[in-house]
C-alpha cells in the first residue's frame, strides 16, 4: 500500500540553528501538509500547499517557517532558526483532493531543540 | 471555526471489554468527522469517517461511531477490546468553513489494553 515516508525520525538540533524535514507523498496526491504535536498537546494544522504554492497556512507558520516542493517528488519544512519551542513531532501527509478527503499521513519526524 | 474536545489523554481497558473513546466537536458548518489511528513508529491512518448519511459508521478493526449532532459527538466504539487495539486515536473534523476543508485534530487518547 502507498505511504508517506518522512526523514529524519529524530533530530536533535541546537536553537537557533536551521532544520530541514523531509517529506516523500504518495505519488498521484495533488495536496499536501505540515501538522505538528508538542508533547501532550493537539495536532496543529501548519500549512498546506497545492499547484506549488501555500494553499492555507495558520497563525503557527510564520516567517520562520517554509515549505518547498523541490523535484516531483519531495516536500520539505524548512525552521530558519529553531526556538526551544518548536521541539515537537512533525506529522506530512497528502491527499489527492480537499474536501472530505482523507489525509494519508507519515510517521513523523520527532523535533528536538536544546 | 471548528475544534475539537477529546476527553481523556489515556483510557485503560481490559481485552475483551467494550472500548469508549470521547470526542466532541465545534463546527460552524456541517462536519465531515474521522478517527484515525496512530500504532507506534507509524503514521495515523484512518479507522473510519462521516460525511453524510447514516449516522453509524463502521470502520477498520471492528471499531465503529456514530455522530450524533443534538449532543456534537462522535465517539469511537468497539464491543471487545484485543491486545493489538492498544495505540493513539485522533479524533478529527473538517467542513467547508471559508472555503477550507482543512482537519482539525484533537489531542489524541491514548488506549491501553489490559490482558
Known amino acids: 500500500e502507498p505511504e508517506v515516508t518522512q526523514t529524519p525520525s529524530h533530530q536533535v538540533t541546537q536553537m537557533g540553528q536551521e532544520v530541514i524535514l523531509r517529506c516523500v507523498p504518495i505519488?498521484?496526491?495533488?495536496?499536501f501538509y505540515w501538522y505538528r504535536q508538542i508533547l501532550g498537546q493537539k495536532v496543529e494544522f501548519l500549512v498546506s500547499?497545492?499547484?506549488?504554492?501555500?494553499?492555507?497556512k495558520s497563525e503557527i507558520f510564520d516567517d520562520q517557517f517554509s515549505v518547498e516542493r523541490p523535484d516531483g517528488s519531495n516536500f520539505t519544512l524548512k525552521i530558519r532558526s529553531t526556538k526551544l519551542e518548536d521541539s515537537a513531532m512533525y506529522f506530512c501527509?497528502?491527499?489527492?483532493?480537499?474536501?472530505?478527503?482523507?489525509?494519508?499521513f507519515g510517521a513523523g519526524s520527532r523535533l528536538t531543540v536544546l | 471555526a471548528q475544534s475539537v474536545t477529546q476527553l481523556g489523554s489515556h483510557v485503560s481497558v481490559s481485552e475483551g471489554a467494550l472500548v469508549l473513546l470521547r470526542c466532541n466537536y465545534s463546527?460552524?458548518?456541517?462536519?465531515?468527522l474521522f478517527w484515525y489511528v496512530q500504532y507506534p513508529n507509524q503514521g495515523l491512518q484512518l479507522l473510519l469517517k462521516?460525511?453524510?448519511?447514516?449516522?453509524l459508521v463502521k470502520g477498520i478493526n471492528g471499531f465503529e461511531a456514530e455522530f450524533k449532532k443534538s449532543e456534537t459527538s462522535f465517539h469511537l466504539t468497539k464491543p471487545s477490546a484485543h491486545m493489538s487495539d492498544a495505540a493513539e486515536y485522533f479524533c478529527?473534523?473538517?467542513?467547508?468553513?471559508?472555503?477550507?476543508?482543512?482537519?482539525?485534530f484533537g489531542r489524541g487518547t491514548s488506549l491501553i489494553v489490559h490482558p
Open positions: 462521516y460525511t453524510t448519511g447514516a449516522t
Open positions: 501527509a497528502s491527499s489527492q483532493s480537499s474536501g472530505a478527503n482523507v489525509l494519508t
Open positions: 463546527s460552524s458548518v456541517p462536519p465531515y
Open positions: 478529527a473534523v473538517s467542513g467547508k468553513s471559508g472555503g477550507s476543508y482543512i482537519p482539525t
Open positions: 505519488s498521484n496526491h495533488l495536496y
Open positions: 500547499f497545492y499547484n506549488n504554492e501555500i494553499s492555507e
